[in-house]
T-cell receptor
Framework: DTGVSQNPRHKITKRGQNVTFRCDPI?????LYWYRQTLGQGPEFLTY????????KSRLLSDRFSAERPKGSFSTLEIQRTEQGDSAMYLCASSSLDRGLVYNEQFFGPGTRLTVL | AQKITQTQPGMFVQEKEAVTLDCTYDTSDPSYGLFWYKQPSSGEMIFLIY??????QNATEGRYSLNFQKARKSANLVISASQLGDSAMYFCATDSSASKIIFGSGTRLSIRP
């Protein structure tokens, strides 16, 4: 399977616990994005990496959130001291920065659904 | 800042009819792209169609076409001959300096047999 994969697919946790999600992008895609989607809304941008460099972070990404892409391949998103408001679908996407491409098509993974009790 | 507005929370359409999903956008970027994504109940985001701001012709992909009216800042999606499998959430979106994508709130399309 050469698509974007995310693990776990579902996570239920108690308020105050830490959680970590993993995203494996399409091989050789140098850009990786994290989005959050709450029920009935469109995805909201959280952050993105070009290779291992984190180039942009949304104001939605509070101090409790941290994302890494240490080797420019997979990425992790950690949420510390989870709150009920963190309950959402966390989507990862990847793309290839190629000046020959007409547009920056992002390929999305299946998402990780987080439920904070 | 970029913004996408989708004013139709839900739509019902008879199978085989054409349907238009509305989208208006606001951006200060001189060059931008407009996207439509489909999200079935299973949750994955499926790319449907792209329109560049400098493209002279409206984009088409099979049964999907994008009605791009730059002066009105609209990018409506037209689905011809709708099928039951078209029932899903549809999101209009725009990119920002070829990086992040800004999504609208979506339209839930339901196809009646």
């Amino acid at each position: 399977d050469t698509g974007v994969s995310q693990n776990p697919r579902h996570k239920i946790t108690k308020r105050g616990q830490n959680v970590t999600f993993r995203c494996d992008p399409i091989s050789e895609h140098n850009r990786l994005y994290w989005y959050r989607q709450t029920l009935g809304q469109g995805p909201e941008f959280l952050t993105y990496f070009q290779n291992e460099a984190q180039l942009e972070k949304s104001r939605l990404l509070s101090d409790r959130f941290s994302a890494e892409r240490p080797k420019g391949s997979f990425s992790t998103l950690e949420i510390q001291r989870t709150e009920q408001g963190d309950s959402a679908m966390y989507l990862c996407a990847s793309s290839s920065l190629d000046r020959g491409l007409v547009y920056n098509e992002q390929f999305f993974g299946p998402g990780t659904r987080l439920t904070v009790l | 800042a970029q913004k996408i507005t989708q004013t139709q929370p839900g739509m019902f359409v008879q199978e085989k009819e054409a349907v238009t999903l509305d989208c208006t956008y606001d951006t200060s970027d001189p060059s931008y792209g407009l996207f439509w994504y489909k999200q079935p109940s299973s949750g994955e985001m499926i790319f449907l169609i792209y329109q560049g701001s400098y493209d002279q012709q409206n984009a088409t992909e099979g049964r999907y076409s994008l009605n791009f009216q730059k002066a009105r800042k609209s990018a409506n999606l037209v689905i011809s001959a709708s099928q039951l499998g078209d029932s899903a959430m549809y999101f209009c979106a725009t990119d920002s300096s070829a990086s992040k994508i800004i999504f609208g709130s979506g339209t839930r399309l339901s196809i009646r047999p």
